[in-house]
């Protein structure tokens, strides 16, 4: 059967640090101006012009949207709730169910309020109190406006670019080899301090802590408000194999430590999954792949061995982010069908899968690498903030119009 279920959901997703401009208190805008990473700045401007991004939505058939919230908003100082911006986040929500869009919160994607940053984040002991106080708080707020929340984004590639890589705040860099020429090394006391081999303890204790402190908010959540779907939002690295049994062990070994360790801490407080997929690797494997804008192998069936590894926690799935940087825009169609095709395989094999959300609606700042990368089913003229809807977000209208691969094969 080619169809997909009925009631699935179809949409794009965005975040908020990435699309809606001047999000000045944050640790990334304050790393901007420290020059380590590119300025955000006004970006698309989408917290003003939500209601135009939702109208394109619409008019591309979507029925879902996924988007998340600033927490630097919410609470600008530590314990004080701006209830300001709680206004616009559910005359966002609103915008959405007004033009029959479900709504997909994330509470925090990534960008942290200053003062939560200074005080060390989600390194500290009681970071998972405070997220989860933060957390409930909102949901409390929208609660009645949205039934879908997830915690937190991607906990392993938060915790790895800014603990082991060193490209993402705080900048910590796992390298074992700055032991040895430390002091004539010729780099600052600061980036001295941040090296070497002690954050990989703390990459490990960032970890433990963003499982905690997704367990907690949702304890806290549901304790108010049981009928909320409440989960996480995990990137999953299909890790597979040729057929060399060390290959294969490899592989087993890389998706436990990527994906099962920060799953089996959560599993039993979640009541759905969110699934980003973007890269497979395969373990022995000499095949030449073509890439994406962003160099990544253009692998869109992945998506069904990432799908397939997170059935053992037997939750339904959203795929809330999937996609490629194709700035001109030729190989988007043929990826997004493919995208779909292999997800209506795992349909069929009987994994729970509810809805597909592309990355992303519009383009946006891909964090380190700035705005030059174009992910979007939208494209932005930052100089006069123009909208222009890219030729293949109208095949993936296609697509949900049919419900399914149309005949024509989708692309
Ligand atoms: C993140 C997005 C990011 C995208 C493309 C995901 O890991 O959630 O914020 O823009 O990948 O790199």
């Known amino acids: 059967m080619k169809s997909f279920p009925k009631n699935f959901y179809w949409g794009a997703a965005t975040a908020s640090y990435q699309v809606e401009g001047w999000n000045e208190n944050t640790d990334w805008a304050q790393a901007a101006r420290d020059g380590k990473v590119p300025p955000a700045g006004r970006l698309a401007d989408h917290y003003h012009r939500y209601e135009e991004d939702f109208d394109i939505a619409k008019e591309l058939g979507h029925n879902a949207h996924r988007f998340s919230i600033e927490w630097a908003r919410i609470e600008p100082e530590e314990g004080k709730w701006d209830f300001a911006e709680i206004e616009h986040y559910r005359a966002v929500l609103k915008a959405l169910r007004a033009r029959n869009i479900e709504p997909f919160v994330t509470l925090w994607h990534f960008t942290l309020p200053q003062w939560f940053a200074k005080r060390g984040g989600f390194e500290r002991a009681d970071a998972p109190q405070v997220f989860a106080r933060y957390c409930a708080f909102v949901a409390k707020e929208l609660g009645d406006l949205c039934t879908h929340f997830s915690t937190m984004n991607e906990p392993n590639v938060y915790a790895s670019n800014g603990w082991l890589r060193g490209s993402w705040p705080p900048f910590k860099r796992f390298a074992a080899t700055d032991f040895v020429s430390i002091t004539n090394s010729g780099r600052t006391y600061e980036s001295r301090a941040n090296r070497g081999i002690r954050p990989l303890f703390l990459y490990r204790r960032v970890l433990r802590n963003l499982a905690r402190a997704h367990n907690e908010a949702y304890t806290l ?81 992945g998506i069904y061995g990432s799908l397939k590894l997170l059935t053992r926690y037997r939750k339904p799935i959203f795929i809330s982010e999937a996609g490629l940087a194709d700035r001109t825009d030729t190989r988007r169609a043929a990826y997004i069908t493919e995208q779909i095709r292999a997800t209506k395989r795992a349909l069929d094999d009987g994994i729970d899968v509810r809805g ?56």
């Open 221 to 301: 959540i549901k304790a108010s408000q049981p009928n909320l779907d409440v989960g996480v939002v995990k990137h999953v690295i299909y890790f597979h194999a040729n057929w060399n049994p060390y290959n294969m062990l490899r592989a087993w070994v890389a998706n436990r430590m990527w994906t099962h360790v920060y799953m089996r801490r959560v599993r039993h407080t979640i009541d759905s999954i969110g699934l980003n997929y973007y890269f497979h690797k395969k373990f022995g494997d000499r095949a030449e792949y073509d890439k994406t804008d962003m160099d990544w192998d253009i692998y869109p069936e």
């Open 356 to 411: 597909h959300m592309y990355w992303s609606l519009i383009d946006n700042y891909e964090w380190a690498l700035g705005t030059q990368k174009c992910f979007g089913l939208v494209a932005i003229n930052y100089d006069t903030l123009e909208r222009t809807i890219r030729p293949s977000a109208w095949v993936y209208k296609d697509i949900i119009d049919a419900n399914g691969i149309p005949d024509s094969g989708g692309k």
